[in-house]
T-cell receptor, first 114, second 113 residues
Framework: ETGVTQSPTHLIKTRGQQVTLRCSSQ?????VSWYQQALGQGPQFIFQ???????GRGNFPPRFSGLQFPNYSSELNVNALELDDSALYLC?????????????FGQGTRLTVV | GNSVTQMEGPVTLSEEAFLTINCTYT??????LFWYVQYPGEGLQLLLK?????DKGSNKGFEATYRKETTSFHLEKGSVQVSDSAVYFC????????????FGTGTSLTVIP
């Protein structure tokens, strides 16, 4: 059983650019979520996808968008990058959305916006 | 709404010392509670969880009890090791919030030999 994998591990972008981060969910998991973790903070929920549809979103603007593919891989897209978007972006997958279901996290993508 | 408040760190302990990291929560309904650990340069790993009041989660010598009356889920370990040095996050997941976790700000633990 493979875990959650994310790519790339590190990325440097210029303010105003666009970025795409990728995630491969754990086998058999149909729900994927994305979190932003600023330095020294806890992860903040961006959104989640279930069966290729977004079905939950945190307090993030529309320039944060995503996709989930039939093989349960996922992308996070951020347009018009701002300096405050610099953070560790975590992908998490779960076997379902029940309140007891744990999330399995990838190692994250460290995004630096300059 | 849902939120988690965690004791601030950093915490520095000597090896074999007793560890407590406090966590309290506010939630609508009856959430599940989790402790995740993040080692340097890595993502989060589940340490333990509890899904209803008075449940005790335990793993690798760590324990936490879901206390509804005090809305708390404090993490404890009787004897810490150097390898326990990491950042610990308390989190909750509500009954109707899908897969959304609400995390505390994290507590950094350093164990010195």
């Amino acid at each position: 059983e493979t875990g959650v994998t994310q790519s790339p591990t590190h990325l440097i972008k210029t303010r105003g650019q666009q970025v795409t981060l990728r995630c491969s969910s754990q086998s058999g998991h149909n729900t994927v979520s994305w979190y932003q973790q600023a330095l020294g903070q806890g992860p903040q929920f961006i959104f989640q996808y279930y069966r290729e549809e977004e079905n939950g979103r945190g307090n993030f603007p529309p320039r944060f968008s995503g996709l989930q593919f039939p093989n349960y891989s996922s992308e996070l897209n951020v347009n018009a990058l701002e300096l405050d978007d610099s953070a560790l972006y975590l992908c998490a997958s779960s076997v379902d959305q029940g309140k007891a279901a744990e999330a399995f996290f990838g190692q994250g993508t460290r995004l630096t916006v300059v | 709404g849902n939120s988690v408040t965690q004791m601030e760190g950093p915490v520095t302990l000597s090896e074999e010392a007793f560890l407590t990291i406090n966590c309290t929560y506010t939630a609508t309904g009856y959430p599940s509670l989790f402790w995740y650990v993040q080692y340097p340069g890595e993502g989060l790993q589940l340490l333990l969880k509890a899904t209803k009041a008075d449940d005790k989660g335990s793993n690798k010598g760590f324990e936490a009890t879901y206390r509804k009356e005090t809305t708390s889920f404090h993490l404890e370990k009787g004897s810490v090791q150097v390898s326990d040095s990491a950042v610990y996050f308390c989190a909750l997941k509500g009954a109707n919030t899908g897969n959304q976790f609400y995390f505390g700000t994290g507590t950094s633990l350093t164990v010195i030999p």
